[in-house]
């Protein structure tokens, strides 16, 4: 089975930057897109940033201009830079990997954004 493992969280003051790192345990058959999804306390799961196996990338509107995905298909890992974080950045971050015979999530990562 496949086991996602989310690195990076942590604790940053408003306007600093964290970078996530995301790993599977092993290659994904054709992998289609990565990304990553946050969950703030008392609000649903939403899509932060995805990247397609062709590297087109897509944001949410919150964070457009602050974030950035990227990531290597061929060793099935996925990174978030994420700049200029706000209080409304806090919440746990999930990575996601889809591909021909699965949809994988990792566990999560808190990223809290305090002074």
């Known amino acids: 089975q496949v086991q996602l493992v989310e690195s990076g969280g942590g604790l940053v003051q408003p306007g600093g930057s964290l970078r996530l790192s995301c790993a599977a345990s092993?290659?994904?058959?054709?992998?289609?897109?990565m990304g990553w999804y946050r969950q703030a306390p008392g609000k649903e799961r939403e899509l932060v940033a995805a990247?397609?196996?062709?590297?087109?990338?897509n944001y949410a509107d919150s964070v457009k201009g602050r974030f950035t995905i990227s990531g290597d298909n061929a060793k099935n890992t996925v990174y978030l830079e994420m700049n200029n974080l706000q209080s409304e950045d806090t919440a746990v971050y999930y990575c996601?990997?889809?591909?021909?015979?699965?949809?994988?999530w990792g566990k999560g990562t808190l990223v809290t954004v305090s002074s």
């Open positions: 996601n990997l889809r591909g021909a015979y699965g949809n994988y």
């Open positions: 092993r290659i994904i058959f054709r992998l289609n897109s």
């Open positions: 990247i397609t196996s062709g590297s087109s990338t």
